[in-house]
DNA sequence: CAATTGTATTCCCGAGGAGGAATATGTAGC
DNA sequence: GCTACATATTCCTCCTCGGGAATACAATTG
C-alpha cells in the first residue's frame, strides 16, 4: 500500500466518484453503486478491484452480496503524501502576510455596510 | 482548477517526480529537472505544461530560462479533497479508543520517568 | 436438483496518453 | 545578421486502460 498505488487509483474520474458515493453512502453493495453511479457493474466490479488493491476501499461477504466501505488507510495515506508539501502554501500565506505589514493599501478595505 | 484536475495529473509517476523535484531543490529550470529526473528535455516539458494546467506548478521568465516552482493553490486543493474523507480515518481511531476503554489491558502503559 | 440473483472475470475493441525523434520558437551573444 | 543554447511543440508509434458484451462463479430460493 504506497501513496503511489493510491494516487494512481484515484487518477480516474469514475473510481473518484465511487469513492464519494461511498462516502455519502456509507457500505454499499455493488448493485447499489450500479444503481447510485450509472455505471454498468462489471465497470464498477473492476474499478472496486483497483480502489481495494490501493487500500481505499475494503469488502466483507455478506451471503451472496459483497459489502464496500471505504478504508481509511488508502485515503489517510495520499492525504499525508500531499501534506508533506505543506510548506509551500505555507509560504503563500507567509508572502501574504509580508505584503499586508509592508504596505496594507495593497489590500482591498471590507465594503462597510450603511 | 479543480480537484478532478490535480487528481488527474498526479495519476503519472513522472509528474510525482517532478514534484518531488521541485520541492526538494526549489525553483528550478527545465534543464535541472531534465538533469535530475533523467527523463528527456520534450517530456519534461510536456508533463510540465500538464501541471501547470492542474495549478501544481508555475512558471518566471528569465531570460532564455524559464523557472518552474510549485504551486500551493493545486497542492492545497488536493491535500483538501482527501482531507474531507477525514472522519473515515478519524472513525478508525474512535473504534480502537473504544477498545482502549473497553480493555485497557491491550494497550501497553507508557514508561514512567523517575 | 433447477432457477434466480449478485458479483467477478474474460475477451475484444477503441480512445487516450506517454515516450521518441525531429522541428519550431525564443533568447542571448558575437 | 548568424550561431548557440533553452524550451516548446508537432508528429508518430506503441501500449496501457476503460467500456461493452458475454460468460463464469457463488449463494439463495423453491
Redesign the interface.
Known sequence: MSA?DV??A????NR?RL?GLL?HRGESTVSELVEASGLRQPQVSKHLKVLTGAVLVSTRADGRYRRYR????G??A??DW?????D?????FDTLDELVSTDPGLVQPEEQLP
Not at 10 to 13: D, K, L, N, R
Not at 88 to 92: C, T
Open positions: 503511489a494516487l494512481d484515484v487518477g480516474e474520474p473518484r469513492l462516502h471505504l478504508d481509511g488507510r485515503l489517510q495520499a492525504h500531499f501534506g508533506s508539501f505543506e509551500v502554501w505555507q509560504a503563500r
